[in-house]
């Protein structure tokens, strides 16, 4: 069964910091390019940050550039988040998802195959 489990996330307050783990099970995460996403109440869900299969390409939205970080670790079938600096507004559901293309082609929700089940991020004092 392909399946992708999002961790890591949690109540911070403004400032701090959190890393998410993406993990893949079933299949192997390097043929594929993995986004993640976030969607907050009454919002769209809308792309924050992805990287190539082997990790040598990366793409962050405006929102998160220089607070964000996104990295790889292919052997641990592992895709992780460090994001730093958070503010209220970062708060969200946080999903990965993988798409069969090997290179960031953008956060189009359609070009994304496979979706893990989201976790929480609430940033607050």
């Known amino acids: 069964q392909l399946q992708l489990v999002e961790s890591g996330g949690g109540l911070v307050q403004p400032g701090g910091s959190l890393r998410l783990s993406c993990a893949a099970s079933?299949?192997?995460?390097?043929?594929?390019?993995i986004g993640w996403f976030r969607q907050a109440p009454g919002k769209e869900r809308e792309g924050v940050s992805c990287?190539?299969?082997?990790?040598?390409?990366?793409n962050y939205a405006d929102s998160v550039k220089g607070r964000f970080t996104i990295s790889r670790d292919n052997a641990k079938n592992t895709v992780y988040l460090q994001m730093n600096s958070l503010k209220p507004e970062d708060t969200a559901i946080y999903y990965c998802?993988?798409?069969?293309?090997?290179?960031?082609?953008?956060?189009?929700?359609?070009?994304?195959?496979?979706w893990g089940q989201g976790t929480q991020v609430t940033v607050s004092s």
């Open positions: 990287v190539s299969s082997n990790g040598g390409s990366t």
């Open positions: 079933g299949f192997a995460l390097r043929y594929y390019a």
């Open positions: 998802a993988a798409t069969t293309f090997s290179y960031c082609s953008g956060y189009g929700i359609d070009k994304y195959d496979y």
